[in-house]
C-alpha cells in the first residue's frame, strides 16, 4: 500500500506485528481507522475482466463482442456496471443482443457515436456478454478502448478487513457493524 492514513484516536504502535491496532474513540460515533491506497504495482484483482473481439459480418458491418467477468466472487453485487466506448465513425447504428444477467442494456448515441452497455444487479462470479453489430462501420471496423463505472457491495480489492474491534471500557447497545469503502477513478481498458 502506499498512502496509508491512520483515523485520529488508532494506536498503531501496540499490537500483533502490525496486525492489530488500538482504536480510541466515543460511543455512539462513527469513525474512520484507515485510509489507503494501493501502488500501481500491486498485485491485486481487478474487480472485473474484460475481453473484445471482432470480426467481419458483411462488407459493411462488422461485430464486437464483449464478455465482461467478475472477479469479486459469491457474495458480492455490482448494481449497476457501465461500459462506455465509441464506434468508428462511418457507424449508423447497432443491433445487439447480451447474455447474462437479466437487466442489460446496449444503447447507442448517433450524434457522438457512443455506445453504453449497462448491466444492473451484476453478480460476482458470473459473466456478461453482449454481441453489437456495427453497421456501416466497415468490415474491419475494430473498437480499440473503453471505461467501465462501477460500485461492488463487500468487496475490497487490497483484501485488507477488520477481523473484530475490542472496545474497552465495554459498551452496552452497541450497534456491531463495519462499513468498507473503496473508490477509484474509472477504469480505461484496452481492448485490442
Given amino acids: 500500500m502506499s498512502e496509508v492514513e491512520f483515523g485520529s484516536g488508532v494506536d498503531v504502535g501496540s499490537g500483533d506485528g502490525g496486525r492489530q491496532l488500538s482504536v480510541m474513540t466515543l460511543p ?6 484507515v485510509r489507503y ?5 500491486h498485485p491485486h484483482l481487478l474487480p472485473f475482466t474484460i475481453t473484445a ?15 465482461l467477468t467478475s472477479n469479486t466472487g459469491m457474495g458480492t453485487v455490482a ?3 457501465t461500459f462506455r466506448t465509441v464506434a468508428p ?10 447474455s447474462g444477467p437479466r437487466d442489460q442494456a446496449v444503447h447507442f448515441s ?14 460476482g462470479g458470473s459473466y456478461a456478454q ?15 478502448s473503453g471505461e467501465l463505472e462501477f460500485e461492488v457491495s463487500r468487496w475490497v480489492c487490497s483484501g485488507v478487513r477488520v477481523e473484530s474491534v475490542k472496545l474497552t471500557p465495554s459498551v452496552n447497545n452497541l450497534n456491531k457493524w463495519v462499513r468498507y ?9 484496452r481492448l485490442t
Fill in 28 to 33: 455512539g460515533q462513527e469513525m474512520n481507522i
Fill in 37 to 41: 491506497t494501493l501502488s500501481p504495482d
Fill in 53 to 67: 473481439s471482432s470480426h467481419s459480418l458483411t462488407p459493411s458491418d462488422s461485430e464486437l463482442r464483449l464478455k
Fill in 79 to 81: 448494481p449497476q456496471v
Fill in 89 to 98: 465513425a462511418t457507424t449508423a447504428a447497432v443491433m445487439s443482443r447480451t
Fill in 110 to 123: 448517433p450524434d457522438n457515436k457512443a455506445i453504453t452497455w449497462t448491466i444492473s444487479q451484476f453478480p
Fill in 130 to 144: 453482449a454481441f453489437i453489430r456495427l453497421v456501416d462501420s466497415g468490415g474491419n471496423a475494430v473498437v480499440e
Fill in 181 to 189: 469503502l473503496t473508490t477509484s477513478d474509472s477504469v480505461s481498458l
